[in-house]
């Protein structure tokens, strides 16, 4: 079952900070968080695993909370950098990776 | 490292044709998958494949087929194509197995896609 993403856009400003959440319906082994830029492959941010601590990656960072099945990616003091489709995706078992419709975050000067 | 490469870039078919997809993944990546993206949609699941082995399938109709080789390349096909065909159709491999972790915590590296237009 596909995980749900929120907000589906958002606009920020440089510098300011962002939230993306990503919930699913099924316990989880772990997510992924991937980023999209206009006509690229997705790209690896970063996998937080069942029991594990929270992933940062240089301003970007992530939870997961196992109870409630949800994950949230922090997008701290944004960069023009930061903007794309960000997607979410879950993995349950041995299911494959389930992705979300993805949020398009644009970031403006 | 070369990356994961698809071929081809771009494709336009007519409905009714049948159409073939290549991938070869990152050197020493047993596992591919592959991924229908269309706006609004994001990524839906198509194959998973390790060591020649189909792993799961997604929700596509049997249209949809797909194989890998010994060599972890991977092909899919599409047969009578429609319309609603029409996607970029995205393969990723990854490393996992007894020596490169679980596919749960194992990253997707993802090629340039192929970009189908059917009319």
């Known amino acids: 079952q596909q995980p749900v993403q929120s907000p589906q856009a958002v606009i920020l400003r440089e510098g300011e900070d962002a939230v993306i959440n990503c919930s699913s319906s099924?316990?989880?082994?772990?997510v992924h968080w991937y980023r999209q830029k206009h006509g690229e492959a997705p790209v690896f941010l970063m996998i937080l695993l069942k029991g594990g601590e929270q992933k940062g990656h240089d301003k970007i960072s992530a939870s997961f909370n196992e109870k409630k099945q949800q994950s949230s990616l922090y997008l701290t003091a944004s960069q023009l950098s930061y903007s794309g489709t960000y997607f979410c995706?879950?993995?349950?078992?041995?299911?494959?990776?389930?992705f979300g419709k993805g949020t398009r975050l644009s970031v403006i000067a | 490292k070369a990356g994961v490469t698809q071929t081809p870039r771009y494709l336009i078919k007519t409905r009714g044709q049948q159409v073939t997809l290549s991938c070869s993944p990152i050197s020493g990546h047993r596992s591919v998958s592959w991924y229908q993206q269309t706006p609004g949609q994001g990524l839906q699941f198509l194959f998973e494949y390790f060591s020649e082995t189909q792993r799961n399938k997604g929700n596509f109709p049997g249209r949809f087929s797909g194989r890998q080789f010994s060599n972890s390349r991977s092909e899919m096909n599409v047969s009578t194509l429609e319309l609603g065909d029409s996607a970029l159709y995205l393969c990723?491999?990854?490393?996992?197995?007894?020596?490169?972790?679980?596919?749960?915590?194992?990253?997707?590296?993802f090629g340039n896609g192929t970009r189908l237009t059917v009319t």
């Open positions: 099924k316990a989880l082994y772990s």
């Open positions: 995706g879950s993995h349950s078992g041995n299911t494959p990776l389930v």
């Open positions: 990723a491999s990854s490393l996992w197995g007894p020596s490169g972790g679980s596919s749960y915590n194992s990253p997707l590296h």
